[in-house]
């Protein structure tokens, strides 16, 4: 069971996304007010202001190192900043219209975005070089996430389905199909096993990662789910949503666990700390929750 431990407060408009340093010392949150902010984790407090982007934020991501943080923004453009000193590295431009989500490999040398240009564009971490663009979806691309071996990336769109593709060559692998509505949201399991998928029919589904079959879908929120997340360990899934709402899941069983209620608005974005401790969530409310597992 989890419980609320911090609010994190300081954006000026809607928190789109968040996500943990790979030591679990540092929260990101990305916002519509145009900034990255940067807190520490343990005591909630404010350290830095990412300041640059020209739009809307959407998402925001750690390096596996922990030293750089990469943000997707609606001004068609993925910044990296150096995370110690909120620096601006780089600006990797190609993409024709909103950027809707950042994702580093496992490797942390190749970077993917997704775009309402309806593709996936791969860059160079290290000099921001593009390196491929992968196209088939037929509507703007959500979300993207790396298998944990890196060979894979996972995007998710609107036209309600999952795209598979393998990292080295840019091929179009398997499409998972089953939505019913926008698909917002994808994520590997923590073995490489699964899929986990987040749409506005108000399911999160799972999917076989190596051969595309449909395993079983999460129903019980009430509205549409934004984000999903998987724990560490890979037995837990979390997922966010429009009804203001966290919800909890055994992964192995789909079984409902837990409700975390307490943001005043959509929520967007949800993720596990690196030791499965803590999750934070984001929301339209503004704010950064983060929730504690009771038994720690």
């Known amino acids: 069971m989890y419980n609320i431990l911090k609010i994190l407060q300081g954006h000026s408009n809607n928190v789109h996304a968040v ?44 390096s596996p190192d922990g030293k750089l943080v990469a943000s997707a923004s609606y001004d068609h453009t993925v910044r990296l900043w150096d995370a110690a000193t909120g620096a601006a590295l780089q600006t990797l431009e190609g993409h024709a219209g909103v950027v809707y989500a950042v994702a580093f490999s496992p490797d942390g040398k190749p970077v993917a975005s997704a775009s309402s240009d309806r593709t996936v564009r791969l860059w160079d971490a290290a000099t921001g070089a593009a390196l491929q663009t992968l196209e088939g979806h037929s509507d703007l691309v959500y979300a993207v996430a790396f298998s944990p071996d890196g060979k894979l990336v996972a995007s998710a769109s609107d036209d309600r389905t999952v795209r598979l593709w393998d990292v080295a060559t840019g091929a179009a692998l398997q499409t998972l199909e089953g939505h019913s509505d926008n698909v917002n949201a994808v994520i590997f399991s923590p073995d490489g096993k699964l899929v986990a998928s987040a749409s506005s029919d108000r399911t999160v589904r799972l999917w076989d990662a190596a051969t595309g079959a449909a395993l079983q879908p999460l129903r019980g929120h009430a509205d549409d789910v934004w984000a999903v997340a998987f724990s560490p360990d890979g037995k837990l899934i979390a997922s966010a949503s429009s009804d203001r709402t966290v919800r909890l899941w055994k992964a ?34 503004r704010t950064v929750r983060l929730w504690k597992a009771a038994d720690v």
């Open 19 to 62: 996500a943990f340093s790979p030591d679990g010392k540092l929260v990101a949150s990305a916002s519509s007010d145009r900034t990255v902010r940067l807190w520490d984790a343990a005591t909630g407090a404010a350290l830095r202001t990412l300041e640059g982007h020209l739009d809307e934020i959407n998402a925001v991501a750690f």
């Open 252 to 285: 192995a069983t789909g079984a409902a666990l837990q409700t975390l209620e307490g943001h005043s608005d959509d929520v967007n974005a949800v993720v596990f700390s690196p030791d499965g401790k803590l999750v934070a969530s984001a929301s339209s409310d």
